[in-house]
């Protein structure tokens, strides 16, 4: 199993809802995996950095490619690219 985890930044505080709402679509990609979109709650003392994480857990690389490839993941993008200023990925071995 392989978590995907990936953390967003917004340019301007005014877009993390347009960014959430973007990266929200992600949730209706269909699957054999599971994978939320949500806010961080910034109840951190040290870093507070990151407004939105998404976090998936995917059996194999083929399903996390799939995902991927789908058209919503890449309708995300072009919402969301424009809007973020940082972007962080990780995958890990669940």
């Given at each position: 199993m392989?978590?995907?985890i990936v953390?967003?930044?917004a340019?301007?505080?005014e877009?993390i809802d347009?960014?959430y709402?973007?990266?929200k679509?992600?949730e209706g990609?269909?699957?054999?995996?599971?994978l939320?979109?949500?806010?961080?709650?910034?109840?951190?003392?040290?870093?507070n950095?990151v407004?939105?994480v998404v976090y998936g857990?995917?059996?194999?690389?083929?399903?996390?490619?799939?995902?991927?490839?789908d058209?919503?993941?890449?309708?995300t993008?072009?919402?969301?690219?424009?809007?973020?200023d940082k972007r962080i990925?990780?995958?890990i071995?669940?």
């Amino acid at each position: 199993m392989i978590r995907h985890i990936v953390l967003f930044t917004a340019k301007n505080p005014e877009d993390i809802d347009r960014v959430y709402n973007g990266l929200k679509a992600l949730e209706g990609i269909k699957g054999n995996w599971s994978l939320s979109v949500t806010r961080n709650n910034k109840i951190d003392q040290i870093a507070n950095d990151v407004d939105i994480v998404v976090y998936g857990e995917f059996p194999d690389e083929a399903a996390l490619q799939s995902y991927k490839n789908d058209p919503v993941y890449a309708n995300t993008i072009e919402i969301v690219r424009p809007l973020r200023d940082k972007r962080i990925a990780v995958d890990i071995p669940a």
